[in-house]
């Protein structure tokens, strides 16, 4: 209990902070290419609560990340290209479902922490948005919580193994959640 309250107080922090961005909204129109973003090697990496910023920043420049769209890959990119800087070795598990008779392709990408115990947490967001929206509530600011707290017990000694997964369509009925459940 003593080791899981740190990251709990580190939650509360972030999401505080999350809560007093006040930039202005970029252009949704066009996208920042993923080449020009910057995780977590940004001098706010050294002090903690700011890692979260520049995350919920360069994931929301991506633009609107509606499931199956281009931006949505950009997206996962991301979260992949962060989760190897900071020392996991990700993958990447690509899905489709139908909607209607409509074909949406999306990815979970996993990234595992590995513990004493067989027993697992699962630690998840989902990374796309909603039409129209940047999703900075809804869920960049999600997922970089997920990857701050990656990034914190990395080099932990943990109980439990980790698996930390960022869920692609999510604001489709939670695709993504239920492909990595049927791939279980």
Not at 15 to 20: D, H, I, R, V
Not at 42 to 47: E, G, Q
Not at 140 to 149: D, P, R
Not at 167 to 172: R, V
């Amino acid at each position: 209990m003593k080791r899981i309250l740190p990251f709990f107080l580190l939650l509360l922090i972030v999401l505080n902070g999350c809560n007093a961005i006040g930039t202005a909204a970029p252009d949704v129109s066009s996208p920042v290419p993923v080449a020009t973003l910057v995780p977590l090697g940004t001098p706010a990496a050294k002090y903690g609560v700011e890692v979260a910023r520049p995350l919920i920043r360069d994931f929301t420049n991506i633009g609107q990340r509606v499931a199956g769209s281009e931006r949505e890959s950009q997206a996962a990119q991301y979260v992949f290209d962060v989760f190897q800087a900071i020392g996991y070795s990700p993958e990447i598990q690509p899905f489709t479902e139908i909607v209607g008779d409509t074909p949406i392709s999306s990815s979970n990408v996993v990234a595992i922490k590995k513990g004493f115990s067989s027993q697992e947490i699962i630690v998840g967001a989902h990374y796309d948005s909603a039409a129209g929206a940047l999703g900075a509530d809804d869920n960049a600011s999600g997922v970089a919580v997920m990857l701050e707290v990656a990034k914190l017990v990395q080099s932990a000694s943990t109980l439990y193994t980790i698996r930390f997964i960022a869920f692609g369509a999510g604001e489709n009925d939670l695709m993504g959640s239920y492909a990595y459940l049927n791939q279980m």
